[in-house]
């Protein structure tokens, strides 16, 4: 999946002051991504704020996301979740066509054992065609998937192709890159060691402040990859301190304040969410205005 190689994005959803979806927000973030150097787009994933859209509103962004990029650059789904027979369901009713793989996160809530992972993942995979790039982020779904679930999941099924790895784990990365197929991809899911997990032989990132930032983040993705060190930490050095602002008071909010402060879209979130701080909103402007 040479497609996913690089830098990736999770498009947040932009809100109006109503709260209802800014289809004109959606399209300028796409543009801004994509013409700053951005290798691929990740559409419905957790900093999208998807858990809070109506079937509607998700199709709403599949579509104006869609249009927006033609086809300029590959896009990823996220269809996920903890009831395995749901997530199926999903994956068989909506038009894949326009993806180029589907990023699926590791049951949430449950807390299923390895053999739970694995099964739920192998149910999925055998009932349908499309690459899959599994999602481990322990720090939302309250479960860790070990390199030996992933490998076992990526040696059964050919459309097992990559994993967006969030658990801030440098070892587990390298143990998933030693353990795994030699075409499998460990993508980075943790923006603050995405550079050394490239060195150590991952893939890139689905980055979160990337998108905010997104000529000098793939830049940065890209001399990693080129084994350009002294001039990727350059950048990872530059861009960290925002790194830690936008996760401060958790995701999308931070993100979305980045976005306010390029005037590019709003930064309101949904409920249970709330907007970044006064406080923060300033430290975020100020980084911003300074890049």
Known sequence: MKQLIGTGVALITPFKEDFSVDVTGLKAIVDFNIKN???????????AESATLSLDEKQLVI?????????????VLGI???????VIEEFKSRDLDPFTAVLSVSPMYNKPTQEGIYKHFNAIASATDKPIVLYNVPGRTASNMLPSTVARLAKEHKNIVAIKEAKGDIVQAMELIAQCPEDF?????????TLPMVLA??????????QGFPAAFSEMVRLGLDRKVDEAYDIHYKIAPSIDYIFEEG???GIKAVFKSLGIC???VRLPLVSASAELKAKIEQYVNEF
């Open 251 to 253: 995701n999308p909010a």
């Open 201 to 210: 032989g991952g893939a890139g990132v689905i980055s979160v402040i990337g």
């Open 185 to 193: 991809l460990v993508i980075s899911g943790d923006d603050m060691i």
């Open 63 to 75: 579509d104006t996301i869609v249009v927006a990029n033609d086809g300029r650059v590959p896009l």
């Open 37 to 47: 150097g951005i290798d691929y787009l990740v559409v419905l994933g957790t900093t």
């Open 80 to 86: 996920g979740g903890n009831n395995t027979k749901a």
């Open 266 to 268: 709003g930064d309101n």
